[in-house]
């Protein structure tokens, strides 16, 4: 019993170490190689640079939106929900929702099952830019019990992709062309 006892301690402590270990990572890449670097738009000075041309924000605040309502805000800012097209821009938003909520909640992406047919799933982006990249987590997507047709980030790990059913409220981000 004791020794068992021992075991899931030690599995507990290697938890925690890696837990501490992905936090401070994201801490150092964040302030390294993915600075805040403020968007250079005008009424976007709240907002933050994302590759060349454009620029990001996170929203998590009460009442969290479902995903054609989250879509809807980033219209109603001039934008759309956040297409991601290489690990640079990944890591830039990832550092976007890290500043405003270092905890990882999930937060809805711009990606979305435009079409399915049997086990042929075909996505598209909002912005309507081209699927070129994708970062999805562990056994993502599934399409669990046939409804899970928009995407959020998070699972597992930052920046993980995975489908969920539209209708639940997340946390959203949106970008803007410059
Ligand atoms: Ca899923």
């Known amino acids: 019993m004791r020794s068992v006892l021992v075991a899931t301690m030690c599995l507990l402590g290697a938890l925690v170490v890696c837990a501490q270990d992905s936090e401070s990572d994201m801490s150092e890449m964040c302030a390294n190689d993915h600075p805040a670097v403020a968007c250079p738009k005008e009424g ?15 929203f998590f605040a009460e009442p969290y939106l479902n995903y054609n309502d989250s879509e809807a805000a980033c219209v109603g800012l001039g934008g759309h929900l956040v297409s991601i097209h290489n690990k640079s821009e990944l890591h830039d938003v990832d550092c976007t929702m890290y500043r405003l909520t270092p905890g990882r909640p999930p937060y809805w992406i711009g990606l979305f099952l435009y079409f399915h047919y049997e086990d042929l799933l075909v996505y598209e982006w909002t912005d309507a830019t081209q699927l070129d990249f994708n970062f999805w987590a562990y056994g993502q997507p599934n399409f669990w019990n046939d409804k899970e047709e928009c995407v959020e980030t998070n699972l597992y790990d930052w920046g993980r992709w995975n489908d969920l059913n539209c209708m639940y409220g997340r946390g959203h981000v949106c970008a803007v062309t410059i």
Do not use: S
């Open 44 to 58: 976007k000075e709240d907002w933050f640079k994302l590759g060349e041309g454009r620029c990001v924000k996170a």
